[in-house]
């Protein structure tokens, strides 16, 4: 389409005159993070912690790239044995702290989960909100191929006329209702239980029957997250420290008038496809996410696939939490080098510990010995 690439040429060349402004998600312009090599000891409960676990959690999406030579290594390794686990990731990576861009060791650790909702294939007055699939009107780029210095950056929009316009809003959909044009994968029971599915990008569906449909992340609308909580704390809702997700499903059933309106205070609306049965929910990096051994990094600092320790706190506790985990997932409000977001597996059990974690911790990435530092990624100091 002409008039598509003329909005293109005329972004990219930086032209003041463009016939209407696009979203574009580009990461905002930060000094580089420090990458300091330690030694394993430095790294709390190392020798303590459960590496056979980790090591399968590793394996399940480590074959490619730089970290196929230590997959091979890692696959001879004999299952359920920790010693040897850790052994192997002593003797096959080095291992580096993470440091923000401030030069902060600590960082903000989050957790999230695979939320199981009521819906059904069909609508019906008990189900009536629902889960889209991606619509045809959407237009997704990647930038980077025509502008190699946008990595990482992506342009959503849709045509109206001959302009390339941003694409519709939550508050826009949701106001729509059935007008708007896009394929329907199921119906939802409950409006906030289906938002709470767009914060974690996928999930299952009870069906009536007894049946469950898994959804995955297709594609999104382009627009940046906001925070519900945020907002219900900027509206005087609720205070900030008591914004959790059990909190703020209190809230909106207490509150069913104000609901729509502070839903749309978060404008980013997620897409979803039907993913395979069985297996875990699948992550950013294609593979099925292993319960309470994934997480979810900014993969402009942490590549995925890469072993990364993390030494933090259970939710809304002390109690140390210190485990090798691989990096297997994205997600849009996980920004910065020293940030995670840790997956705790499927079901109301793992959503009460995800909707809770809101603590301090500390990363270190485990990169191959022998091998270059990812592209994009700082050289590391020495110890």
Same mark, same amino acid.
């Given at each position: 389409?002409?008039?598509?690439?003329?909005?293109?040429?005329?972004?990219?060349?930086?032209?003041?005159?463009?016939?209407?402004?696009?979203?574009?998600?580009?990461?905002?312009?930060?000094?580089?993070?420090?990458?300091?090599?330690?030694?394993?000891?430095?790294?709390?409960?190392?020798?303590?912690?459960?590496?056979?676990?980790?090591?399968?959690?590793?394996?399940?999406?480590?074959?490619?790239?730089?970290? !196929? @030579?230590?997959? =091979?290594?890692? $696959?001879? &390794?004999? /299952?359920?044995?920790?010693?040897?686990?850790?052994? %192997? +990731?002593?003797?096959?990576?080095?291992?580096?702290?993470?440091?923000?861009?401030?030069?902060?060791?600590?960082?903000?650790?989050?957790?999230?989960?695979?939320?199981?909702?009521?819906?059904?294939?069909?609508?019906?007055?008990?189900?009536?909100?629902?889960?889209?699939?991606?619509?045809?009107?959407?237009?997704?780029?990647?930038?980077?191929?025509?502008?190699?210095?946008?990595?990482?950056?992506?342009?959503?929009?849709?045509?109206?006329?001959?302009?390339?316009?941003?694409?519709?809003?939550?508050?826009?959909?949701? !106001? @729509?209702?059935? =007008?708007?044009? $896009?394929? &329907?994968? /199921?119906?939802?029971?409950?409006?906030?239980?289906? %938002? +709470?599915?767009?914060?974690?990008?996928?999930?299952?569906?009870?069906?009536?029957?007894?049946?469950?449909?898994?959804?995955?992340?297709?594609?999104?609308?382009?627009?940046?997250?906001?925070?519900?909580?945020?907002?219900?704390?900027?509206?005087?809702?609720?205070?900030?420290?008591?914004?959790?997700?059990?909190?703020?499903?209190?809230?909106?059933?207490?509150?069913?008038?104000?609901?729509?309106?502070?839903?749309?205070?978060?404008?980013?609306?997620?897409?979803?496809?039907?993913?395979?049965p069985g297996g875990g929910p699948v992550g950013a990096l294609g593979v099925p996410l292993t319960?309470?051994?994934?997480?979810?990094?900014?993969?402009?600092?942490?590549?995925?696939?890469?072993?990364?320790?993390?030494?933090?706190?259970?939710?809304?506790?002390?109690?140390?939490?210190?485990?090798?985990?691989?990096?297997?997932?994205?997600?849009?409000?996980?920004?910065?080098?020293?940030?995670?977001?840790?997956?705790?597996?499927?079901?109301?059990?793992?959503?009460?510990?995800?909707?809770?974690?809101?603590?301090?911790?500390?990363?270190?990435?485990?990169?191959?010995?022998?091998?270059?530092?990812?592209?994009?990624?700082?050289?590391?100091?020495?110890?």
């Open positions: 389409m002409t008039h598509i690439r003329l909005a293109l040429i005329l972004l990219l060349a930086g032209c003041t005159q463009a016939p209407t402004r696009v979203v574009v998600e580009k990461p905002a312009e930060e000094k580089p993070p420090r990458y300091v090599a330690v030694p394993f000891t430095a790294l709390p409960a190392w020798r303590e912690a459960r590496h056979a676990m980790s090591l399968q959690a590793f394996l399940a999406g480590c074959a490619r790239g730089a970290l !196929a @030579r230590a997959c =091979a290594a890692g $696959a001879a &390794v004999a /299952a359920g044995d920790d010693e040897a686990a850790r052994q %192997f +990731f002593e003797s096959s990576f080095e291992a580096y702290a993470l440091r923000a861009t401030d030069g902060g060791e600590t960082g903000l650790v989050t957790g999230y989960y695979e939320p199981v909702l009521a819906g059904s294939r069909t609508p019906s007055p008990a189900y009536r909100y629902p889960v889209h699939g991606v619509p045809d009107d959407l237009i997704s780029v990647e930038l980077s191929a025509l502008k190699p210095d946008l990595r990482d950056s992506r342009l959503r929009g849709r045509v109206e006329g001959r302009r390339l316009v941003p694409y519709y809003t939550r508050g826009e959909i949701d !106001a @729509r209702g059935a =007008a708007f044009a $896009a394929p &329907v994968i /199921a119906w939802a029971a409950d409006p906030v239980e289906l %938002f +709470f599915l767009h914060i974690q990008g996928s999930g299952q569906i009870s069906l009536p029957n007894g049946e469950r449909l898994r959804v995955g992340y297709a594609d999104a609308n382009g627009h940046p997250y906001r925070s519900l909580g945020r907002a219900l704390a900027d509206r005087g809702e609720l205070p900030l420290e008591q914004t959790s997700m059990q909190n703020i499903k209190a809230w909106a059933a207490a509150n069913p008038r104000k609901l729509a309106d502070a839903l749309a205070a978060n404008p980013s609306y997620i897409f979803f496809r039907e993913m395979a319960a309470e051994y994934s997480l979810a990094v900014d993969r402009r600092y942490v590549p995925l696939g890469a072993p990364v320790y993390l030494a933090t706190t259970y939710p809304l506790s002390t109690e140390p939490l210190a485990r090798l985990m691989a990096a297997q997932d994205t997600g849009a409000a996980i920004r910065g080098a020293v940030r995670a977001d840790f997956f705790w597996g499927t079901g109301a059990q793992a959503g009460a510990q995800a909707g809770r974690m809101r603590q301090q911790g500390r990363m270190w990435l485990l990169w191959p010995r022998g091998e270059a530092m990812p592209g994009g990624l700082a050289p590391p100091a020495g110890y």
